[in-house]
């Protein structure tokens, strides 16, 4: 049979997936990423084990398709975003590990420019918030501290470029480009133009002929070269997504006012807002969804961020022990009837939408003699639920009309998660049948490319969601939720 190929470059690993000309997962594989933890509130990543383990999931998936006599038409690639590489091209050196987007070294140097009035021109030019989560104060540091000054060719790159110029060859004529998606996540694209803005490359101090060419998110972006990938030899990279912009994608939300949710790493809130640039909202980002290039209008959207949702389960059992696997927080939550009175704030790298408080640090309050690992549990999986209800607050406070909220990623498999959405944010939500939404996006738009599906309608009659959640008596939840709020005050 006829597979298109996904790659999802994540935080916490790197997936392989094989999708069938119905979007149904045919196989997958997935290697866990380590994390490097340098100093109180730096998170980094080895480049190179990056694309090692792209090389190894994918040649895992690519030769069992190939024992099985199909056909692989095509590559997607998806990644997380404003992770930063600095590297030379025309040695493969790298200076210094990549800079993590949940990493706030630089949260200092944007108060600076902050502090100067730089942000209504970010705001304006880019659709995005002066904070050290974006790309572009992290290259910054790098021309600041990276050790970049001998390199032949120094480059930047976010882990879809980075990939792209690893798997087509490298040093030996690797492409070098990116896309919209991604792009819009440095700082430094023009939001109208989709192209590098002079005034924000000025701002930070960025060579242009650093950064990758932009091309739309459907398109030819070359083909895996035979050194890297034998088993995948010539198969074209036909679509490239931002995961989060990904995850909208492979939930088919195509039409303006439908939104995701993605609980990974972090929590994700994306709308569909159409054809236009809708301006910038408060505690909100405006980003570019997809360009599927050919003459037709980009799309945009609208985000909310939270930086740790699945990061906090994986504290709660790699740093105190917990549980051991992550699928048991559920029933050691529901093994009590409530969080006693604990909140638990998840603001380990400071705190996203729409707060954007860089200084708040995570914390547990409410702590009483009888509370023990279920309340704390529980009070975490509510905080999940609570960090996207501020976010969907925020949206309508916009003025953006949400019809329902459709929900992917590893901890959108909690039933208790996903009834406390639909109460807090006062929304149906759809739990997609698929919880890799990443890499189904990747997936579906590379397919689209290739010729294996032929317009967004097909894709969306593909999409399925296997249960509803619908909204129960706010009463509590409101009371649940004021109790954060105000526990957020103490972080």
């Known amino acids: 049979m006829e597979l298109v190929l996904a790659l999802d470059a994540g935080t916490s690993g790197v997936r392989a997936v094989a999708l069938d000309a119905q979007a149904q997962v045919r196989d997958s594989s997935y290697l866990e990423l380590t994390q490097h933890f340098p100093r109180p509130g730096e998170v980094e990543h080895d480049a190179r084990e990056i694309a090692a383990l792209c090389v190894a999931t994918l040649r895992d998936v690519a030769a069992r398709a190939r024992a099985n006599g199909d056909d692989i038409v095509a590559l997607g690639i998806t990644n997380q975003r404003e992770t930063t590489v600095a590297f030379d091209r025309a040695t493969g050196q790298l200076p210094h590990r990549a800079i993590v987007w949940q990493d706030r070294r630089t949260a200092g140097y944007?108060?600076?420019l902050d502090a100067r009035g730089e942000t209504p021109k970010v705001r304006s030019t880019t659709g995005l918030v002066?904070?050290?989560?974006?790309?572009?104060?992290?290259?910054?540091w790098y021309l600041d501290h990276g050790h970049m000054d001998n390199l032949r060719a120094p480059s930047f790159a976010t882990v879809d470029t980075w990939l792209v110029w690893w798997l087509t060859g490298g040093v030996d004529d690797g492409v070098?480009?990116?896309?919209?998606?991604?792009?819009?996540?440095?700082?430094?694209?023009?939001?109208?133009?989709?192209?590098?803005?002079?005034?924000?490359?000025?701002?930070?101090?960025?060579?242009?002929?650093?950064?990758?060419?932009?091309?739309?998110?459907?398109?030819?972006?070359?083909?895996v070269s035979a050194d890297v990938i034998p088993e995948l030899a010539g198969v074209p990279i036909t679509g490239i997504l931002g995961d989060q912009q990904s995850a909208l994608f492979g939930q088919a939300c195509f039409r303006p006012g439908v939104v995701k949710a993605t609980y990974g790493t972090g929590s994700f809130i994306l709308a569909n807002v159409g054809e236009r640039n809708p301006g910038v909202f408060d505690g909100l980002i405006t980003t570019l969804a997809w360009d599927l290039g050919d003459g037709a209008p980009p799309t945009y959207a609208v985000e909310g961020s939270a930086f740790v949702a699945g990061a906090a389960v994986q504290w709660l059992r790699d740093e105190v022990g917990f549980v051991d696997d992550s699928s048991q927080l559920e029933a050691l939550a529901t093994s009590v009837n409530d969080s006693a009175g604990v909140q638990f704030v998840p603001a380990f790298t400071g705190l996203g939408s729409p707060f954007w408080r860089s200084d708040a640090r995570g914390s547990i309050t409410g702590l009483s003699r009888g509370v023990g690992r279920g309340q704390i549990a529980r009070a975490l999986i509510e905080s999940l639920a609570y960090q996207v209800r501020a976010m969907t607050d925020a949206f309508r406070d916009g003025g953006i009309a949400l019809h329902e909220l459709r929900a992917?990623?590893?901890?959108?498999?909690?039933?208790?998660?996903?009834?406390?959405?639909?109460?807090?944010?006062?929304?149906?939500?759809?739990?997609?049948?698929?919880?890799?939404?990443?890499?189904?996006?990747?997936?579906?738009?590379?397919?689209?490319?290739?010729?294996?599906?032929?317009?967004?309608?097909?894709?969306?009659?593909?999409?399925?969601?296997?249960?509803?959640?619908?909204?129960?008596?706010?009463?509590?939840?409101?009371?649940?939720?004021?109790?954060?709020?105000?526990?957020?005050?103490?972080?």
């Not at 909204?471 to 103490?490: I, K, N, T």
């Open 110 to 112: 944007c108060d600076e």
């Open 130 to 140: 002066l904070d050290a989560y974006f790309s572009a104060s992290k290259m910054r």
């Open 176 to 223: 070098f480009a990116t896309e919209p998606s991604n792009a819009s996540r440095t700082m430094l694209m023009d939001l109208d133009t989709l192209r590098w803005s002079e005034p924000m490359t000025t701002l930070f101090d960025v060579d242009p002929t650093m950064l990758a060419a932009i091309q739309p998110s459907l398109s030819t972006f070359g083909t």
């Open 408 to 491: 992917d990623g590893g901890a959108a498999a909690m039933d208790h998660l996903m009834q406390l959405q639909a109460s807090n944010s006062k929304l149906t939500v759809l739990r997609s049948t698929s919880l890799e939404a990443t890499a189904r996006g990747a997936a579906t738009i590379a397919g689209l490319g290739a010729g294996l599906w032929s317009s967004l309608d097909e894709l969306n009659e593909l999409w399925t969601y296997d249960r509803r959640f619908e909204p129960e008596d706010p009463l509590f939840v409101d009371l649940g939720y004021a109790q954060w709020r105000r526990a957020l005050e103490h972080a």
